[in-house]
């Protein structure tokens, strides 16, 4: 893969933006990514175990997503890392809505995984972390022994995206200054108004959503889309080549990537038990997580 050379303006939200927010008091940890311009990426690094849940986020959210989840994987003696992507959280924010390819946010990912050495990975994915995360371990298999999917799907561009797509990629076109809190708080209505406000830290205004608006038009749509031939060669890997440990966790109220979605994902992963089901769960199923975390950690780390 190329390095990038595209110049950009890089915009860093201020560290002030993310004191005191609830349920979030863990020590922020940064790297830089040598082959895209020395972007700085932060990330959540907890626990001590040898073996690491690699939690990657989606859109519009950032590692935040993930603070109910870290507390019991750490006390069963794990380890939990979870990266801001690009454009993300604490990570550096191109102002250039260009610069946000699939490309771009995967190499990224491997950079960083090979950046911190990282073994043993549970990969722990939903929405965008999916369409991203399930193309890592068919490139270096060595290092993933588990996987937890939630709401998400493969990139492949070879099948129709439905009409919920359809529609949130219209309005998010049509809202490039989206309220990002509000968003989560319609989806997740359990939300405290300060929880709500956490998912809107990283974004001063609008020229820091690049990322966030950029995601929706970058799932691929048609068979040579960026990322879609790459996609499907993950999809044959996971079918007939996956020897890990699975389990998949479907909100069933997600309009876009639920349970019709995800019944036809899990004929993909080979060996992928029944799924857990959450009835009131929704897009993120992060934010019911006590629902299945315990049994998520026993099954995936026996």
Known sequence: MPRC??????????????AQLPGFDFAPRYLETPGLAGIRVHYLDEGTGAITFLCLHGQPTWSYLYR?????IVRAGHRVVAPDLIGFGRADKPDDDAFYTFAMHRRMLVEFIEQLNLQQIVLVCQDWGGLLGLTLPPEMPQRFRGLLIMNTAFASGDLPLGKGFSDWRA????NPDMNVGRLMLRSCPQLSMAESAAYDAPFLDVRYKAGVRRFPNLVPDRPDADGAALSRAARDWWRTQWNGSSLMVIGMKDPVLGPAVMRVMRTHIRGCPPPIELPEGGHFVQERSADFIDKAISDLTA
């Open 5 to 18: 050379q595209r110049r950009v303006n890089i915009l860093r939200t201020p560290e002030e933006r993310f």
């Open 68 to 72: 109910h989840m870290i507390a019991p």
């Open 171 to 174: 309005w998010s076109n049509a």
